[in-house]
């Protein structure tokens, strides 16, 4: 503790303990800073005695208060006061808007984060805070439909930082402009602050002393809006409809801009400017912004904003940060200015919708440059990146992201340049090229964390052996690269999927890796030979994806101690035997995935320890026995079953009815038998009744499941989509009795297949409850009766199957099953069923005659074609005279009345934004 000229700072560290009441009796103390001495506890009310403190930080996340009367003996001298974290409980939390306007003299207020609750649309003593410069309430449980009015009264206010208050709406109001001397306005994360931010900017752009603001954050907001001065109409409409000549002063008057103001040029002082992830925000960038010459952050990412990007960009001197990424209606070419910004530091431009050439002109004075992330989203336009060959840049990188743009087929000659990069992404650039020494010089001697070069065309051979510093990721994946599958040591993510590989996992794999990698990713290539038992040697192991290759042998039954693997993906290769029992130690596992293989046997009892099992593939294999009940018991996160094409017998256990997430089911091609569960028509997750179905979240960052689905009478592969297919097929077994009615409340479900079993009963009643079904397969059954007349209510429905049941009566017709039929073109959907009749059967129903409904082909009689041509024309007609008679209606009146046109126009400036 040291104290000098009555203040004291603790510099010691008193976990655990709370703050001593004896400090309430340093009379003459006028420094109090308590933020790093790690106290605890509730904040003792004697801190109220030292009437002569003008500095008080209490800032800490272990401390509470419940009761704010203590400050009231501080309010003479009181100047900074800081709680930041300190968690106010009971009436403190909505009380201490009171206590703290007792204290006249204070001009900081820190409240960040203190989970108050309330924050009064008015309070009575907003004179007190006079001195106030600045407010800080971020991060806290404030409920307002609007920012409180008597912030604006605040003058004196430089900092307001209301930043992370997710329930404060509203739009920004226009007061807020009163605040001339605020330098620093923080909104982020006010998710429900809406409206524009025009009248805002424009009444800051007006202050008498010119606006001090420095900082404007506001993304993740809904902050939108337009501004009525310089946009003028384009119509492209003939004058005698609209009388043009007439109307051309009245449109140059109600003309309309973009959401962010033009004014915006008129804050000279502006440093940080933060408009990211506003998905409301549209419109150009405006020219005036190359105005903000002292402007060191621009972040305009994840936004709706509109190309060009004007070249007046070039103006912001002292620009250091520009983020223009996730745009995809930002269809421009980027400007040769940006080369102008000699003090840029990172350049930002990733997945927006850029075209157009990329030279060295672009980077003319970027000498200061250390990030460059570039990227495009228009395939039909790409992004073309071209220096000449001969280009040095002036910068030297520490991070460079390229991708989705073309720069090959060669590598970059420039990259070799690069002296401090740290990290290299070009994914999807187009090289064909081999990877050069300069590429692997630059790995040896730096500390690269990423190397990603997936997604290209690059041949030839890669190192065998190689020693990174310590990298994140390494990822060739997607490209041509062939020979032996290399070793590399200090990789946490080894990505070397879909290429040319050949060979054998080398037997030493676990012990050449080392302990570090989590994740191995070598599917899709040309591997053989057994996976050898040494990768079980990796702990820290999370993925091991070794799907698609041409792997034999038996699973090592060494899985005990691989604590954290969350996928196992070995499908589509040759691997036989059992499953070891060693897998149920894999406590974390989310996905196992061993379909299309030659595994045999039962399910080994251990896998029921799997708890996290969220998908599990196994389809394709020789898998027999029963299915086991603990499936529905203990594994109450799977969403995913697949046991298509196995030898499983006996009935399916009701027990799977209890998997509140399943939303896809595949027994088909067994040897089941039995009932289908009664219970099946209780899968929560089905049953849900939301307006569109969604899929569960996938919780692994980085893997993408693939799956054959059968749907639609087809086998098509599924991956980044799989989380939204919602099915059940039990075809092709020896299931009997009927189809339980409750089925018709798995509302979301988009494919019922029962096919080829021996079903028998009625079609159920409701089936037309299942709105979102696509596919719909009960062929080769013994269903009898009538086909339910709801059956026409599916309107999604775009695959069906009837055919080969006992079913009779009229066929209904609805206009999506015609479309079935018209598409099939033929009635195979309703054949071998002898009772059935009516179109689009030969056989009349009784007392019928075989038509086909009526159906606008395009192709009517003439009479019928005349008529439909007059009543068209009749219909333009009338909606031409309607409108003439209502613009004029309108717009003539404003025309001819100058107070009506006023009004009008002010309506405007204040609601269309």
């Not at 179905?693 to 054959?708: D, K, R, V």
Request: glycine fraction near 8%; proline fraction near 5%; hydrophobic fraction near 35%.
């Amino acid at each position: 503790m040291i104290a000098a000229h009555g203040e004291v700072c603790f510099n010691f560290n008193f976990q655990g303990t709370h703050i001593p009441k004896f400090l309430g009796s340093l009379h003459n103390l006028k420094y109090l800073n308590l933020s790093l001495a790690s106290f605890s506890g509730t904040i003792p009310p004697q801190l109220g005695n030292l009437s002569r403190l003008q500095y008080l930080d209490l800032h800490s996340s272990d401390l509470t208060v419940n009761n704010l009367q203590w400050l009231s003996g501080l309010s003479s001298s009181l100047r900074y006061l800081n709680m930041e974290y300190v968690s106010f409980t009971g009436k403190s939390s909505t009380d201490w808007i009171q206590a703290v306007t007792m204290l006249p003299s204070l001009s900081e207020l820190h409240l960040s984060y203190c989970q108050l609750s309330n924050i009064p649309l008015s309070i009575p003593y907003v004179a007190n805070f006079t001195s106030l410069l600045v407010l800080e309430l971020a991060g806290n449980n404030f409920n307002s439909s609007i920012i409180p009015p008597w912030i604006s009264n605040i003058t004196s206010l430089t900092v307001l930082d209301l930043s992370f208050n997710m329930d404060i709406g509203g739009r920004i109001p226009k007061t807020l402009g009163n605040l001339c001397n605020l330098k620093r306005l923080d909104l982020s994360e006010c998710n429900n602050i809406n409206g524009g931010i025009t009248e805002y900017v424009n009444s800051l752009s007006m202050c008498n002393s010119n606006s001090r603001l420095e900082t404007l954050h506001l993304e993740y907001t809904q902050v939108s809006g337009k501004l009525l001065t310089t946009y003028s109409f384009s119509w492209n409409v003939p004058c005698w409809i609209f009388c043009g000549c007439i109307l051309r002063p009245l449109l140059i008057e109600t003309s309309i801009s973009g959401p962010i103001p033009t004014s915006i040029g008129n804050l000279s002082s502006l440093i940080e400017l933060s408009l990211s992830y506003n998905t409301q925000l549209s419109g150009p960038i405006p020219a005036t912004i190359g105005n903000l010459s002292s402007l060191r952050t621009l972040y305009l990412s994840n936004t709706q904003i509109t190309g060009p990007i004007p070249m007046s960009i070039g103006g912001l001197s002292s620009l250091r940060y520009l983020d223009l990424a996730y745009n995809q209606k930002l269809d421009a070419n980027i400007p040769e200015s940006v080369g102008e910004l000699s003090e840029l530091v990172e350049l930002m431009l990733t997945e927006s919708s850029l075209r157009g050439v990329i030279s060295e002109a672009h980077f003319k004075n970027l000498k200061s440059l250390k990030v460059l992330d570039i990227g495009s989203e228009v395939p039909n336009k790409p992004l073309v990146f071209k220096p000449s060959r001969e280009w040095i840049p002036t910068f030297s990188l520490d991070l460079i992201y390229m991708s989705d743009l073309q720069m090959g087929p060669n590598f970059p000659p420039w990259l070799a340049t690069q002296k401090n990069l740290s990290s290299i992404t070009l994914r999807n650039v187009g090289i064909s090229d081999t990877i050069p020494d300069s590429v692997w010089n630059l790995c040896a001697r730096q500390r690269i964390h990423t190397l990603d070069l997936s997604h290209n065309q690059i041949r030839g051979k890669v190192p065998n052996s190689f020693e990174f510093f310590n990298a994140y990721k390494v990822d060739l994946s997607f490209n041509q690269i062939n020979g032996s599958l290399p070793l590399w040591s200090n990789v946490s993510y080894l990505l070397l999927g879909t290429n040319l590989f050949t060979g054998q996992i080398p037997q030493n794999i676990g012990e050449v890796l080392g302990s570090g990698v989590t994740s191995l990713d070598f599917s899709g290539n040309f591997l053989t030979g057994s996976i050898p038992s040494s990768i079980c040697q990796l702990p820290s192991l999370t993925y091991l994806i070794l799907s698609n290759n041409s792997l034999g042998g038996q699973l090592p039954n060494c899985w005990k101690d691989m604590n954290d693997l969350a996928v196992l993906d070995l499908g589509n290769n040759n691997l036989s035997g059992k499953i070891p029992q060693s897998i149920g130690h894999l406590s974390l596992l989310e996905y196992l995935l061993l379909s299309s293989n030659n595994f045999h046997g039962k399910l080994p009892s251990s896998l029921r320890k799997c708890t996290s099992l969220r998908s599990l593939d196994l389809s394709r294999n020789g898998f027999t026995g029963n299915i086991p009940t603990w499936i529905g018991e203990s594994l109450s996160e799977l969403s995913i079953i697949s046991f298509r094409s196995n030898f499983f017998t006996e009935e399916i256990p009701s027990q799977i009815c209890n998997l509140s997430k399943l939303h896809f089911l595949d027994l088909s091609h067994n040897n089941l038998s039995g009932l289908i569960p009664q219970c099946l028509g209780s899968l929560s997750y089905l049953e849900s009744n939301e307006t569109s179905p969604t899929g569960p979240t996938n919780y692994i960052s980085y893997y993408e499941e693939h799956m054959i689905v059968v749907t639609k009478g087809r086998e098509l592969e599924y991956s980044s989509t799989l989380d939204l297919v919602n099915s059940i097929d039990l075809s092709y077994n020896h299931l009997s009795g009927k189809i339980p009615d409750g089925i018709t409340r798995l509302v979301l479900l988009g494919t019922l297949n029962l096919s080829m079993n021996h079903l028998t009963g009625k079609i159920p009643e409701k089936i037309g409850d299942l709105q979102y079904l696509e596919t719909l397969d009960l062929s080769r059954n013994q269903l009898c009766g009538e086909i339910p007349p709801t059956i026409s209510s599916l309107t999604f429905l775009s695959h069906l199957n009837l055919s080969h049941n006992n079913l009779s009566g009229k066929i209904p017709l609805s206009n999506q099953i015609q479309t079935i039929i018209d598409c099939d073109a033929s009635s195979s959907i309703y054949t071998g069923n002898s009772g059935l009749c009516g179109w689009p059967l030969p056989n009349n129903c009784p007392g019928t005659n075989i038509s086909p409904p009526a159906y606008d082909d395009g192709n009517g009689d003439g009479d019928h074609q005349n008529e439909e041509w007059m009543d068209m024309l009749w219909f333009y007609i009338g909606g031409i005279m309607g409108f003439i008679v209502g613009f004029w209606a309108v717009w003539g009146t404003l025309f001819f009345k100058k107070s009506w046109r006023i009004a009008y126009f002010r309506f405007l400036s204040y609601y269309i934004e």
